[in-house]
């Protein structure tokens, strides 16, 4: 990747001392395409802010060294770091600490343990208000465009009307072409872990997506490899 694409890409530093979930947190929002860079001591995390500011920071709130609830707070007496977003993630369920983390300037508060595609929504939507010139408002491969903004999606030059999970289900998939996710992991990102409701769900919506995205002779973008999941295939739209 080259230096201009690095430098369009959101930097996100976690501070976080749990060594398993400080690498899962890493590899998901490498997978997402940030620039990611992780610490594990709140110290050590004061001087990297100082340094240079990412565009996102995930804060864990006990970390050896500084508070993360102390480092927020310092973020936001800085004029530099002021209005840099700040995920809060903590052990801690009680109101009443949701309350403190909040008031000392935390823009959102995950309790663990946390669904991760959940978290990952929660990164694009702090940085969409942040800095939305830096997350990408249309996704489009081959001749489907998804607007995001307006929520509408085109094929060609047609327009293409989805209901609501249809549309989140394929802007999920397009994101990610090529990815393949399982029925469960598109019922965790599309529907959210709370949703009781039974996977082959996933079969009759995935159905709905195919059939308005293809007529008659059109190619159906959607890959499906029997007893892993579904994707969208990144080879569509190429010669």
């Known amino acids: ?36 860079e992780r610490c594990d001591r709140g110290d050590e995390a004061e001087l990297r802010l100082l340094e240079s500011p990412p565009d996102l920071i995930v804060l864990d709130w006990m970390l050896p060294g500084i508070s993360g609830i102390e480092i927020c707070r310092r973020l936001r007496a800085r004029d530099a770091t002021r209005a840099l977003p700040v995920i809060m993630l903590t052990a801690r369920g009680e109101e009443g ?26 990164v694009r939507a702090l940085l969409r208000r942040a800095s939305p010139e830096r997350i990408a408002g249309r996704l489009a491969a081959g001749d489907i465009e998804l607007d995001r903004e307006t929520r509408r999606v085109r094929r060609g030059g047609r327009e293409i009307h989805l209901g609501p999970t249809e549309f989140r289900l394929l802007d999920y998939l397009l994101e990610k072409p ?19 409701i039974d996977e082959r769900t996933v079969d009759v919506h995935v159905g709905r997506l195919r059939r308005a995205l293809s007529r008659g002779r059109e ?21």
């Open 219 to 239: 190619t159906d973008p959607i890959r499906t490899v029997r007893g892993a999941g579904y994707g969208f295939d990144e080879m569509f739209g190429r010669a």
């Open 178 to 196: 090529g990815r393949i996710f399982t029925r469960a992991q598109l019922l965790d990102a599309v529907w959210g872990m709370s949703a009781e």
């Open 1 to 36: 990747m080259n230096t201009r694409d690095e430098a369009n890409r959101p930097r996100i530093l976690i501070v976080e001392d749990e060594a398993a979930l400080g690498l899962l947190l890493t590899y998901n929002l490498e997978a997402e395409g940030y620039l990611v």
């Open 97 to 122: 600490e949701r309350i403190r983390g909040l008031s000392v300037g935390a823009d959102d508060y995950v309790v663990k343990p946390f669904s991760v595609p959940e978290l990952m929504a929660r």
